[in-house]
């Protein structure tokens, strides 16, 4: 499994340059930014060549075309989406993700047949240059009531949904918080076979009952309630070899980018010794 | 447009020959009948010449896949739909039809996404001998809350639908009472293609508030308030050519078999007359 | 059936503008043109009131994503196809057409399956901005052998790989000469569903046996040996309302385009009177 | 990895239960066999509890829908696809496989268009019962000519060819004889994942070279030249858990069922044991 960071638990940080340095300087192989943006700033082969000075890939990036509101706002996204997936591809990344609100305040029924259309669309443009799109279901219980209708947030929805899209590209994105908030064990990270997992987050969860966690009041992996050697000795059990990436959703710390990025690391370092 | 009848509306019919007898003797070219029951009553030879002599096609028939509840009933009624399908080949009936209800007891998201994927392959199966697949949305407003979680009911969302499924053989089932309790126009109907509608039924509603009318008292087709002029005004004009069936889904009526053919009759010849 | 242009046939045009007005000018309700360029010459709000203005719409484009040959060449094409959708929804454009050469250098088989899979991606972008996406099957006898390896070239083979595709805005573009060339009659015209054709081209051929047409050598509508009346009666009689737009791919004509334009109103005028 | 047999390569058997007592005793614990056979033979329940009784699971059927001829032969073959996934999804066999002759004597592209469709309904009606379907590529170069027009007999075309399906439940048949025969190595395999191979079979090849190879003249695994240290090396590295199953396409050898069982088991030992 590889080691990889997202943007979120580690600060302000100045420029994508500084990103890809302080992740290879502290371990991390892989980190979440936009192939696209990375491109327009810095030129193709300058950016490809930072990302392989420093031995770090693009685990993955977000997909920006919003699926989730109207028809116009979703043709709208299709360009750059487009750009995006050639940007990813010439820049060797080959995972694109998305979460999966656990609540609409759309007509359930009717925003379901429009996300699967366009999600499969989605996976289709992606699927042109090799890349998978990661499906995340999202677990904490406040949000099922955030909006008027309830849609899905278990894995085993999550799965099923990918059979009614019906692209061979969609996988899971794999949140360890989202696994803990929905009351899994290892037992079904262990009937997962690798490929229907696209991406991994790590992060840590307080010590409350499971009910009361909120998405944004994260901890960084291993300092909370999570069992995160079992999550991740699963993963490895089952044969999951991508990137297990760091996304710690939370108020900001008063701590500097270096001490962010130390404390990552530590942590990581901690957890993957007892795999 | 082929004048048809299904079961609906004509009380306690003896057998499925008398049903294509009677259809025949008060003009009707269309039998709504299990094509498969059809063969295993009469055999294949007999059931095609039975149909042949009376001038007399299926139009349609019901899927009986239960694509509504568990995985397991769904599954077990497949061996049954390719036999049936096989059978609607053989005699010559190229539509099968469902009714999408507008709630489910089943949380509404994950149903959808079932029902997706099992519509998906039902399409799929009949696809494979020729035969379309009719969705027909339900607009009576007493239903919508007959179940815990609504799922949809409108034209628009059906077509959504059809083209999230991804069968190129899907089209709508388009019942004149379900437009009516839907407050659709004659201008929703002229803004069809003549390919997106597989079958249609014919039936009309008492003259309440569309609200107020109930899914099982309809009434003979022209005894009502719905414009069914416009209704099969607008399907010729787009180029529609296909079947409209009459299915009244009302409390028994006290009169004989004769009595309600011939009365079937009457009413259609009233409102062919006026296209 | 609305009167259409192409460009082959009218020799030099000046420019987009000029095409529309003439197209008005001589009666044509459709013009063939690629919606993106007219858009980058003119601005979308002027490109848009030029068509309304002289009352024609931009009946179909060129599927320039070239499916037929690299991976990379294909995915190059990608960006510029969504915009291309993106351009012809915001000028009311609902067609696109490729045509599929009856032979190949590459090998068939796997010829086939790249193109199954890559036309399927360019129907569901199309798809997303409400475009279809016709396929043109191309008869003359000496493009199916000009290559290696023979794929395919009659309409049923075309109608059946739509299935394949599994798509459901793919439709054929129907072109009168490969009809001719095909040896198809009226019959397999009138077997048609209106919905199965996207696009109508019309243009004539020599009255030479049709094993010896070539396919650049074509006569305007009406001045060779094809059943145009036929052709055209029965895309009525089945329902077909869409474009029927001259392509006549011939060498060069030593006339004006004032002439060229007058000429094929002339050949239109005499053909449509007898509808 | 499970070691497994085909009946190819063992004789007469003289029947099912003989077949599965057998396998027990010498170590396979995988069959190949048809489960609604089984089923029809020993009843549900016997049948599951024979395979329980010696721990041997059925790891495939092969596919006896007929997709490679007319369409009448294929839609003849539905009904008994349905019940022999029914049979196996009750008796726990989790794929089902077919396998591409690599020509055929009807025209290429028109064949891929219909295998194309067919397939894919194959996989979706397998689909609904949980049975994943495997694509075996055909190696031996005297059948790329033994019919008029080549197919597919690649791993990569097949690989293409999923994804032309489009069905999230296809993967490859990978045959060490194909592997042999195509000239591949273990970095062909090395870059496959684990999900993209739904079964392996396994046998050897004489020392010739690989264009003189008869399909039908293979020898037991580990007597021949396939380096099948390296392929099975391989496949437990990408991390492929599923059956390895003996497939000895060969005349017939003069020896007792009990010799033929005896001596897989020792070419199964010897190759195993170096893992």
């Known amino acids: 499994m590889i080691r990889g960071v997202t943007k979120a638990g580690l600060g302000e940080i100045g420029s994508n340059e500084e990103y890809i340095r302080l992740a290879d300087r502290f371990g991390f192989r892989s980190v979440d930014l936009n192939p696209l943006e990375l491109i327009e700033q810095y030129g193709q082969v300058e950016a490809a060549d930072l990302l392989a000075r420093h031995n770090v890939i693009i685990g993955s990036f977000g997909l920006e075309a919003d699926w989730r509101g109207s028809e116009d706002l979703f043709r709208a996204g299709l360009p750059r989406l487009v750009q995006q997936a050639e940007a990813a591809a010439a820049l060797g990344c080959a995972s694109c993700c998305t979460y999966i609100l656990p609540a609409t305040d759309l007509p359930a029924a009717p925003f379901m047949i ?115 050697t079992g999550f991740l000795t699963s993963l490895q059990k089952i044969g999951y070899t991508g990137v297990v990436a760091q996304e710690v959703l939370a108020p900001a710390r008063n701590e500097s980018l270096m001490d962010l990025f130390s404390h990552s690391k530590a942590c990581f370092d901690k957890l993957f010794e007892e795999l």
Request: overall charge negative.
């Open 114 to 228: 429009a996300a699967t259309r366009r999600l499969r669309l989605c996976a289709n443009i992606l699927g042109a240059y090799g890349i998978n799109l990661g499906l995340e279901f999202v677990g904490p219980h406040h949000l099922r009531t955030h909006w008027a209708n309830p849609t899905i947030w278990t894995m085993q929805d999550t799965l099923e949904w990918m059979e009614a899209i019906q692209a061979r590209n969609i996988g899971l994105l794999l949140d360890s918080y989202h696994w803990h908030t929905n009351g899994l064990s290892t037992q079904e990270l262990l009937a997962l076979r690798p490929d229907q997992i696209t991406y991994v987050h790590i992060n840590d969860a307080k010590p409350l009952p499971i009910e009361d966690l909120m998405d944004s009041d994260r901890l960084y992996p291993g300092e909370g309630a999570i069992d995160l």
